[in-house]
């Protein structure tokens, strides 16, 4: 079992204990685990003799996603954590751990209005996800933390029983993994283990994606699988991300120049030796760029040249805001989980000091393996 280093830190007035569970795709459907995490999301749960609300403001959350070829329900506790509160429980992680159980031993109300208010909230969503093609592409792909394709006939003839079945086979998982983030106790850590990790599961794209075509998209996309150097810290990713910014900033300049044309770039990480990098454009734009995306896209030290030195001070302004951005904290400890990265704390916070030599080596190694769009066709419905 492997075991997340917890980040022990004064900068948070809050604590964050997050269980993540994984669930392989033969076990369950789409339709069934991201329902039941709605479900569960709505249910007013108890733990143990109090109301949750009683420990220290705490909330839990839950959500579902595709994760390393399944999924993974989470679920995700915090709770404020302010001085005067410090003695409240002496060991908070196990209480959590404790909330943890009762919650999935309760399960939800077997409620028929309930049920129906949980399905058009995951509905909306999907809806609303669905106008977005940089989403819809992300759920081709299968990548990590996508929102999986979703049956809306399936979801609406979901049933009490089904879920009740899906609680039970998330519960019996044997896979999954503790993050915690707060502030350090007088006793270490020592919680539930999960038999087996997450860091062994193939986390890839689904090579057989193909071009996502909708009537129902308000913008396009063109996303490319890159490969890279394996990611091995926390120094690496903050490079990747500094030359994938310094890039994305040159390639922003180019379109506007040649095209008038503002772009959105997004960068997102999809294993330690795999990344994705998505250029956004307005509904109906993407036919003009599309060869010239193509063609130029080779990431080129020289080209970027320009831009590396400002990528570097803004990831040392990332570093600044994530000292007090506690969902950014989050963020970054689930990428540390992801693929079990060694880190301290003064890492986590503190960028270490990148060159403009080690960028352009970065640049250097990334290669282009995949390339996928999503398109508007008034003739298409996805």
């Known amino acids: ?17 997050i269980r993540r569970i994984f669930v392989e795709r033969i076990q369950i459907t789409n339709e069934k685990i991201m329902l039941l995490s709605e479900v569960m999301n709505y249910a007013q749960q108890a ?31 915090t709770q404020s954590e302010p001085e005067g509160l410090s003695y409240f429980l002496s060991d908070p992680y196990k209480k959590a751990e404790e909330i943890f159980d009762e919650i999935y031993l309760t399960g939800f109300p077997m409620n028929e209005k ?52 899906g609680l039970k086979i998330v519960r019996s998982s044997l896979k999954g993994q503790y993050v915690f983030i707060g502030k350090k ?60 910014n310094a890039f994305s900033q040159a390639l ?6 040649n095209y008038n044309l503002d772009v959105e770039l997004k960068v997102f990480i999809i294993s330690p030796i795999k990344a994705g990098i998505t250029i956004m454009v307005e509904k109906g734009r993407l036919l003009m760029v599309e060869k010239y995306l193509d ?4 990431l080129s030290p020289s080209a970027i040249d320009d831009y590396i030195s400002k990528s570097i001070q803004d990831e040392k302004l990332l570093s600044v805001r994530l000292a007090s951005d506690f969902d950014m904290a989050i963020m970054r400890m689930k990428l540390i989980a992801d693929f079990a990265l060694p880190y301290s704390e003064e890492e986590f916070f503190n960028v ?8 352009k080596k970065t640049v250097s190694t990334v290669k282009k393996i995949f390339a996928i769009k999503g398109s508007f066709d008034k003739g298409e419905t996805k």
Do not use: W
């Open 185 to 244: 106790r007088k006793k270490e850590i020592i919680h539930q283990e999960y038999e087996k990790t997450l860091s062994s599961l193939p986390f890839d794209f689904d090579v057989a994606s193909k071009d996502v075509f909708s009537s129902s998209f308000q913008n396009e996309c063109a996303t490319y699988i890159l490969s890279i150097n394996e990611v091995k810290g926390l120094k690496d990713v903050s490079m990747l991300f500094v030359a994938f």
């Open 252 to 257: 922003k300049e180019k379109i506007k120049k």
């Open 1 to 17: 079992m492997e075991t997340i280093k917890p980040l022990y830190t004064e900068n948070y007035a809050q604590r964050a204990i």
């Open 47 to 77: 733990t143990l003799k109090k109301p949750l609300e009683s420990y220290a403001g705490a909330r839990v959350s839950f959500s579902s996603y595709y994760y390393g070829g399944g999924f993974i329900f989470e679920g995700k506790l």
């Open 352 to 359: 270490e000091e990148i060159t403009k030599e080690e960028v």
């Open 114 to 165: 309930v049920l129906a208010i949980c399905k058009d909230r995951l509905l909306q969503k999907y809806n609303k996800l669905q106008a977005d093609s940089f989403a819809s592409v992300l759920s081709e792909l299968q990548v990590n933390y996508s929102f999986p394709e979703l049956n809306v006939n399936l979801v609406r003839s979901m049933t009490l029983d089904d879920l009740a079945v």
């Open 295 to 298: 063609n130029l896209f080779s």
